[in-house]
């Protein structure tokens, strides 16, 4: 439930409705607006408690939350989360770009694509260190070597790093490397995963399950947000359907569902979303037209020896190209990049 404080309630009455729901065994979360204070209650059966706490003074009404999502939900904040990392805002005016490859394959290629990518406007390096793969036979990633090749990278370009971890095992080495921990789509519903991270302070990237609905999507990110971490941002990237002309059927309508439905930040993975770097255009272009927050996108030196993901990985000099489409559509809806 959400507890809405009085205009000009004062500092003790915000005081003993924080302690009272401390003491009743349940947690606030402040937010405090421009317009007014709300502070979101969440515990085993709150609700129960409604009619005490609706009588302190400073309360002017308590509207419970109906849906299971809580803290993720925009009931709970009325103001967007901005995920900030390493100063680049994510969730706010301005779009942001993740690029790089699939999975690192080595030192050079990994140098290669970040100072493309940063020279074409990306603010963010990904690059995959432990792969999910669906062949225990294909290329895994590197590990560790591929993190210190990232590591590198970022020391070069200032460009801050997003990768995947896969097992709770790997939790304290990935947390050394990573500003951006990446929750892979198979593992989106891996709970003992969600909760390891929602412990952690560093921004997470949750990729939605391949097929899991936006409902299940949002109480995926209400198992880290519940553990104390905040900064979760969705990751659209596309879902199993009956279609096979494209690797996944991109739901471009998770943007403004998600957004509508919660405060946190949106964006699109158009490259896994339809596996075909000929449509990483137009996907890219109608992601921001949908009010996405940012994209990701696999680029590879080149593509055609890539170990995962070549056929839908973008050469740098496309990549370039394609930034610069995204700006126009970008100013066209009033964002920047
Ligand atoms: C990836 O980003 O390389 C990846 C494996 O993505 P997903 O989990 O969405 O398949
Ligand atoms: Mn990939």
């Known amino acids: ?131 999910p793969r669906t062949s225990p036979y294909t290329f895994q990633g590197l590990g560790e070597e591929a993190l210190l090749y990232l590591a590198e990278a970022k020391k070069e370009t200032g460009l801050p790093i997003v990768t995947e971890l896969m097992d709770p095992r790997d939790a304290e080495l990935v947390y050394k490397y990573a500003d951006v921990i990446q929750i892979g789509a198979r593992n989106m519903q891996n709970f003992r995963l969600l909760k390891e991270v929602g412990g952690m302070n560093k921004p997470v990237l949750l990729k939605r399950g391949i097929s899991a609905t936006i409902m299940e999507f949002l109480m995926s990110a209400e198992y880290i947000l519940s553990q104390g971490n905040q900064k979760v941002i969705f990751c659209e990237r596309g879902i199993r359907t009956f279609e096979t002309e494209t690797r996944n059927t991109l739901d471009l309508s998770a943007v403004p569902v998600l957004k509508k439905l919660s405060h946190l930040p949106v964006i699109i993975d158009p490259s896994h979303g339809v596996g075909r770097w000929d449509l990483i255009d137009s996907m890219s272009k109608a992601a921001v037209a949908a009010g996405a927050d940012g994209l990701m996108i696999e680029v590879h030196p080149t593509p055609e020896d890539a170990l995962s993901d070549g056929p839908q990985s973008l050469r740098p000099e496309r990549f370039a190209k394609l930034m610069e489409e995204i700006r126009a559509v970008a100013r066209a809806v009033g964002r920047s990049i």
């Open 1 to 131: 439930m959400i507890v809405i404080l009085r205009h000009g309630h004062t500092q003790e009455e915000f005081e003993k409705i924080t302690k009272r729901i401390e003491d009743l065994g349940l947690t606030p979360h402040i937010s405090k607006g421009k317009e007014r204070t709300i502070i979101g209650v969440v515990g085993e059966d709150a609700i129960a408690h409604r009619e005490q706490l609706e009588l302190l003074p400073g309360v002017e009404k308590i509207i419970p939350i109906l849906q299971p999502y809580k803290l993720v939900n925009r009931e709970f904040k009325d103001t967007d989360t901005i995920v900030e990392v390493d100063g680049v805002r994510i969730g706010g005016n301005e779009i942001q770009v993740i690029a790089g490859p699939c999975s690192v394959e080595g030192r050079e290629m990994l140098l290669t694509v970040a100072r493309n990518i940063k020279g074409a406007g990306a603010k963010l390096l990904r690059g995959g260190a432990f792969k």
